[in-house]
Each structure stands twice: as structure tokens, then as C-alpha cells.
């Protein structure tokens, strides 16, 4: 019977337009969408306290009645983790019949499922064919989708956008680059709609090959460097976008806007806080699904590191609110002998370094009394390993004089290791790649994502 019921956001606001939506966007109060969210937000911590098992017994455990709930703050320190998801079966979170199931990928063998209702999917389709209109997507655009489709949502919930909006579309999955290259050309499709890693190697191709005209290229999946960004925008001459999601929350729950600077949350669907956010009011981004009957999240900890971004974008989706870029997963902010490290520190050190491939990664290792810092460098197929090794020292005295001070104390040592291309990511672009691992630890006590 859900699948009659639009969400009330929609249902007051906006309905079942694109067009309408994006016309009047511009005219919703940031008050209206809060309250709406409260409807919705106590709403389904009542749902979820009736039908999952899990949360009926977390809440009776913690003492918590789900009537008396009104916003995210009256449930404490509850929150559900990807831990929850891993440890319990998937049916201890369904509260109704589920049509759709997808698998989030991840460093441990057993991956987490998450079930849908088609109503669902398309719910989130919908929004993200808002966020593709922003970008310009329009119904006469031809676009290739080059997602995987196994038991990965991307691809689905991108079909249900595509529809939304109407253009000609069609999904070539993940073909290896070359095959792709060759064999999409002559469409002359001028939307591409593309995982982050995969994008670069087609990219080295067209580079030397050519390009078409494209209109603008959507990269999902990854947090991409902005030095990489900007040499695939200058190889394509379009603009390259990028969202920002999970399996969890059915694909993106954020999408860039023209200004590149952020992403627009998806506050129709999900409800968004930042967890312990430190004096720049960076913290882990925490959601509750507003819509989702199938297997709704409360409180769902995303382990990404972000905060909301304030400063205005210009564009007419502004009554969503942004975050900034990814900083960081919140399991990879590591203690050692160089200090505290987390992605965002080696991104900035290495980005846009001469002979550096897009991927990288750094272990911190201790085969003796000191911790060692092996950075893990994917090297161009010209790539210098002598330049860059000098350059990146010269930068790290520069950039970080803190932990470059620490090197020269002898708080922990730096060996470099050059790897050819594709040597970190054994198992496709779509999975993530770790960027940040302790290898000190003990075989299987690490934090598992
Ligand atoms: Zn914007």
C-alpha cells in the first residue's frame, strides 16, 4: 500500500514535476523542510520500533519509547552502525515486503545487504534526476551510463532517473575502457555518467585518441582528487560533477550543483547530522532515512568525515544543504609516529606531484621499534620514481613542517614503493580503496568498513 504514498515533502511541496521542482525550489524555507523532517524523522523511529527486530530490541534495551521520540537528539548516544549490519541478519531490520536487495562492497568478505521497495528506488531515482537537471541534464541529452550493475544500486537508481527525465540512454555497464571507447563514438552521446576510477583510464584514452563533444561528465562512486578533476576537464573540455552516496542510502544522497564546490543533500529522503563535529565543525556524517518502509536507517553512521558547507552556491537547489568533500573515513584517522594522519593529509601532499597515478596508499607498518610510513605510489606510465620521491619530500618539509619535524626526530620513518598501475585495486574501480591502513595491528583486529 506504500507504494500509493508520496512522500509529504512531495506531497505538500513540490510533486511529481522535475520542471516544478526546479522552478520553485528556489521559493521552499529551509524552516518548512525541517518540519516536514520531524513528521517524518519521528515517524519512522515508530515504524522501525514495531517491525525490526533489531531496533525493537536495541530501544527496549537503551529504555526508549519510539512514541516519545521527536527528533534525532531524544535518542542519546543510539546510533546504528555498518558493524549492526554486518553482525545481525538482514531480515532484523525489514519492516515490509522487500522487491530489491543490493550488496555494499567493502574490505571484509561478507558484504552488507540492503533491501528495497521499487517505490523506493524510484523515489531516490526522482531525486537524483533534480540533482542531473541542475547540472543541465535535459530530455533531448544522450547518455551512456558505464556503472556496474552487479548487485551494486548505482546503475538502478541512475535508470529510474534517466526515466525520470526522459532522454535516450544506454547502459553499457562496466566494459574495460578500451571496448568502451571504440564502441560508444559513434552515438555521439554527450553525457557521461561514469565511476570516478574507471573515468580516468578512459580518459588516457581519449587523450591521446580524441574526444567528442560532451556536455558534462557525472563521476559516482569515489572521492576524486581535484587535480585529477581538473586534468579530465581540460582533456574533455566539460565539466566533470560528482555525487556522493552509499549503498545504504540507496546511491547518492548528495550531488554537486555547477558551482563544484559541495554537495546538495538529498533532505527529502534522509535527515543528516554531523557526530562530534570539532571546532571547523568537521565530524562523521550521520543519517535517518525519511521515506523508506522496506529497511528504514536510524541514525545510520556513515563513517565518512565532512560538515555542512555554509557559504552560498548560487544555485537554485540551495534550500538542500551541502557538505564539503570527504575528508576522511572516520576508521582512517590513525595515531603514529608521524601524528595523527588521515586521508585529506596525503591528498594534499601528493596531489597533482609530476609521474603520481590517481591511486595511492599508505600503510603504516612497524617491522621494528619504529613506526615505518609506507607510502604505496601507482606511478604514470612515463612517471619518474626519483623526481617524484624528491619532489614529495621537498613538499612534505614545505606543506607539513609538523611532520616533517618528526620525521627528522625520528618519530617514524618514510619508505616509498612504486607500483604500476592497478596494483592497489585488485578487485575493480568500484570497489573502494583504502587510502589510509594501520598494518600494525594484529590480523583481523582492525576496524572493518
Ligand atoms: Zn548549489
Not at 137 to 150: G, Q
Not at 256 to 264: I, K, R, T, V
Request: aromatic share 12%.
Amino acid at each position: 500500500m506504500f507504494e500509493a504514498v508520496p512522500t509529504l515533502l512531495e506531497t505538500l511541496v513540490f510533486g511529481r514535476s522535475i520542471e516544478r521542482r526546479y522552478k520553485f525550489a528556489p521559493l521552499i524555507k529551509p524552516g518548512l523542510v525541517r518540519r516536514v523532517q520531524q513528521a517524518e524523522f519521528q515517524d519512522t523511529v515508530r515504524w522501525a520500533g514495531q517491525r525490526s527486530s533489531f531496533y525493537r530490541e536495541r530501544f527496549q534495551a537503551l529504555g526508549i519509547d519510539p512514541r516519545g521520540v521527536r527528533r534525532p537528539a531524544d535518542l542519546g548516544d543510539f546510533y546504528t552502525t555498518s558493524a549492526d549490519l554486518r553482525a545481525r541478519e538482514t531480515e532484523d531490520f525489514v519492516c515490509a515486503t522487500a522487491q530489491a536487495g543490493f550488496e555494499t562492497t567493502g574490505t571484509t568478505a561478507r558484504n552488507k545487504r540492503v533491501y528495497f521497495s521499487n517505490e523506493e528506488i524510484r523515489d531516490i531515482g526522482f531525486e537524483g534526476a533534480v540533482g542531473l537537471w541542475n547540472l543541465g541534464l535535459r530530455p533531448e541529452d544522450r547518455v551512456v551510463d558505464a556503472f556496474d550493475y552487479a548487485f551494486w544500486n548505482a546503475g538502478i537508481t541512475l535508470l529510474y532517473s534517466l526515466n525520470a527525465i526522459g532522454c535516450f540512454h544506454v547502459i553499457a555497464s562496466k566494459l574495460p575502457p578500451e571496448d568502451f571507447y571504440e564502441r560508444v563514438k559513434d552515438y555521439r552521446f554527450n553525457v557521461l555518467i561514469v565511476d570516478t576510477a574507471w573515468l580516468v583510464s578512459l580518459t588516457e584514452i581519449a587523450e591521446q585518441r580524441g574526444v567528442w563533444p560532451v556536455k558534462f561528465i557525472m563521476a559516482g562512486s569515489e572521492n576524486m582528487a581535484e587535480a585529477t578533476r581538473q586534468w579530465i576537464e581540460k582533456v574533455w573540455r566539460a565539466k566533470v560533477y560528482q555525487a556522493y552516496g552509499q549503498t545504504e542510502s540507496l546511491g547518492a544522497t548528495g550531488v554537486e550543483c555547477p558551482a563544484q564546490n559541495g554537495y546538495h543533500l538529498n533532505e527529502v529522503n534522509f535527515q543528516f547530522e554531523i557526530l562530534n563535529p570539532n571546532a571547523e565543525g568537521y565530524g562523521e556524517l550521520v543519517f535517518t532515512t525519511l521515506t523508506r518502509r522496506v529497511m528504514p536507517l536510524i541514525r545510520y553512521r556513515s563513517n565518512d568525515i565532512t560538515r555542512f558547507a555554509d557559504e552560498p552556491c548560487g544555485c537554485r537547489l540551495s534550500c538542500m544543504r551541502r557538505i564539503g568533500k570527504i575528508v576522511g573515513r572516520g576508521d582512517e584517522i590513525i595515531s603514529c609516529g608521524m601524528g595523527m594522519i588521515s586521508p585529506w593529509i596525503f591528498e594534499t601532499w601528493f596531489g597533482g606531484a609530476a609521474g603520481l597515478a590517481d591511486d595511492w596508499q599508505v600503510a603504516v607498518t612497524q617491522p621494528g621499534p619504529r613506526d615505518v610510513l609506507e607510502l604505496r605510489l601507482e606511478l604514470q606510465a612515463n612517471g619518474d620514481p626519483e623526481a617524484l620521491r624528491t619532489e614529495l619530500m621537498q613538499r612534505l618539509e614545505t606543506q607539513f613542517p609538523y611532520y616533517h619535524k618528526n620525521l627528522k626526530m625520528g618519530l617514524y620513518e618514510l619508505r616509498f614503493r612504486f607500483l604500476p598501475r592497478g596494483e592497489l585495486r585488485p578487485s575493480g574501480p568500484r570497489r573502494k580503496l583504502r587510502r589510509v591502513v594501520d598494518e600494525r595491528l594484529p590480523v583481523g583486529a582492525g576496524v572493518q568498513v
